[in-house]
């Protein structure tokens, strides 16, 4: 049976369940911290918000991914790094062995070309004696017969003065070199001065009076000195050692003959360089195979690939690097031994090892631009890391701007809306003592 109820309890009733409701709203979305909890309350902002939060997960998601991505590259460039301090090492190898040239280098040493009895007549020593001797025949004969120094003439070694022209010609491994001068006036220390300018062997005279020819480097060298009547002929005369026993020298040490050796000595400081330079050389290869990281390794020939974005074909965001084999062989670092072998550097000859030092620092120029290209990666990389957190934030912010409660507003709400039901609750006492006052009359 309906119960009948005064307008004024009916109002008041009404209110007060209208306070209740709203109160139980605001409720919720303090209890939540969102103003829209489904679809029922803003369909528009709750289908919006989820796709922005769905956006903001995928992208959370390829974090992960981007980080083992920087991780990789940063490990290939631990490794070059390492790679460049192991050719350092090697070329401070190579500097070694190359310090170690003084015995390596082809030395002959001519029969004395001045005298004791010349010393006690000129009082000079053997050397500068030796030193301002002509070459050619200072009495102006034919015949290749020494002259002696003495008191006020300086002798000379005999060459006939009908040769008006002097030549050398020096050979060291592939390198050659040639010269012709005057005769006329040319002594011992002129030539000395010219196979000096050769740039592959130095001479000087000794305190015994012998002339001395080195070789700039570890090859054989040939050396030889001739005369004759035109410049040319006379560099002829000099490849055959035409006048070589003049200076002291046989005619077998000419370039046409036999090379000068010297000592011909093997260097055990360089024989024992050798182990630590391949075993530093092998170093490279091993640290380029730990270079790895999960599984790849841009040092071995990997391919890495960083994926920026959610979307995918045509829109797919990503980044490619094609990692390298990097080996000693690669870098054009070959083993080392001690003989002259193809493929191999020769630790007792100086021209094999100035190549190797080009190789190293050919070496270090291409890890260097290897570097710099991980290096430019991996600053794309972090740079679309950090975007993609940011990116990340935005959505999720812009998610919760479209849902969430503004908990300092909804809390004034409901406090207004909690006096607002204890003014109703009075209204409807009031009225319900209105009806109560009908019971008086009885």
Known sequence: ?????SAGIRNALTSLQSVTSQATAIQGRLSTGKKVNSA???????????????????????????????????????GIDGITKLVGSLQSTIKQAQADAAQNRPTKAG????????????????KDIALDKHITDVTGGTATTADAATATTSGDLGIAAADTFLAISITSGSNSYTASFSSATATVRDVVNEINKSGIAT???DEKGQLNVKGNGSDDLQFGIGSDTTAALAVTDAAAGGANTAVGFLAADSV??????????????????IQQYNDLRTQIDELA????????????????????NEKGGKNQSKMDIQGTNLTADNLGIVAANNTTVTGFTNFQNDADLAKAADKLSGALTSLKSLSSTFGANLSVAQTRQDFTKDMSNVLSIGADNLVNADANEEAANLLALQTRQQLSQTALSLSNQADQGVLRLF
């Open 1 to 5: 049976m309906a119960v009948a109820l």
């Open 40 to 78: 029922v309350d803003n369909p528009v902002n709750y289908f919006t918000a989820a796709s922005l939060n769905d956006r903001s997960s995928q992208l959370t998601g390829l974090l992960d991914g981007i980080s083992n991505g920087i991780q990789t590259v940063q490990a290939a460039s631990k």
């Open 111 to 126: 029969t004395a070309l001045a005298t004791a009895a010349e010393a006690a007549v000129t009082s000079k020593s053997l």
């Open 203 to 205: 001479a000087f005279v």
């Open 256 to 273: 046409a003959a036999t090379a000068i050796k010297g000592q011909n000595i093997t260097s055990a400081v360089r024989s024992n360089l």
């Open 289 to 308: 195979k730990d270079s790895g990281f999960n599984g790849l390794n841009l040092l071995q020939g990997d391919r890495l690939t960083v994926t920026f």
